[in-house]
Antibody, heavy 119, light 110 residues
């Protein structure tokens, strides 16, 4: 079965950096585009970033453009999110999600990893 | 990239039907038939309930249905059950490989 497991969250000071990982299993990772989505405490979902299956193209929400970088290692079945110049408003649970092959839909989601930006 | 507009809360009694609206713009909901709906329990990951406006993923009961008119999409849950009490989010493709979510709706089963 499809499984996505995020890791790498933690507490970081404003201006700091963090790298999140998402380990994929149960499907052919290299054939699927992937997303990162976040959710601030008690708030709604916010789309963060998207990457094609071969890693050739990347897209970002305006709120993270220039600070976050999405990447992937297909042989390792792993998706990454490098987060730099973190702000308090970046605090939240970060989910990786798979793009449904036949649509512009996010079909499977991981359980998320919590990032707290605080001094 | 403004969030889609959803009611903050809706409620209904067991067996009744409820509808959750999701209003966007002509650049997202109105432009594409790629609206999806997610169910989220507290502390859990979102689960896909409806995709491409009105299609069901495998395993989702047909009590859940979706539709769209203009810039507004809707999720209808019929035959409400206690287990349907959760937060619901809509999501739309917004072009140029960007996506936008709604603010979320808390469904209470009375």
């Amino acid at each position: 079965q499809v499984q996505l497991v995020e890791s790498g969250g933690g507490v970081v000071q404003p201006g700091g950096s963090l790298r999140l990982s998402c380990a994929a299993s149960g499907f052919t990772f290299s054939s699927f585009a992937m997303h990162w989505v976040r959710q601030a405490p008690g708030k709604g979902l916010e789309w963060v970033a998207f990457m094609w299956s071969d890693g050739s193209n990347k897209y970002y929400a305006d709120s993270v453009k220039g600070r976050f970088t999405i990447s992937r290692d297909n042989p390792k079945n792993t998706l990454y999110l490098q987060m730099n110049t973190l702000r308090t408003e970046d605090t939240g649970v970060y989910y990786c999600a798979r793009k449904f092959g036949g649509s512009y839909t996010l079909d499977y989601w991981g359980q998320g990893t919590l990032v707290t930006v605080s001094s | 990239q403004s969030a889609l507009t959803q009611p903050r809360s809706v409620s209904g009694s067991p067996g009744q039907s409820v509808t959750i609206s999701c209003t966007g713009t002509s650049s997202d909901v109105g432009a594409y038939n790629y609206v999806s709906w997610y169910q989220q329990y507290p502390g859990k990951a979102p689960k896909l309930m409806i995709y491409d406006v009105s299609k069901w993923p495998s395993g989702v009961p047909d009590r859940f249905s979706g539709s769209k008119s203009g810039n507004t999409a809707s999720l209808t849950i019929s035959g409400l059950q206690a287990e349907d009490e959760a937060d619901y989010y809509c999501c739309s493709y917004a072009g140029s490989y960007t996506w936008v979510f709604g603010g979320g709706t808390k469904l209470t089963v009375l």
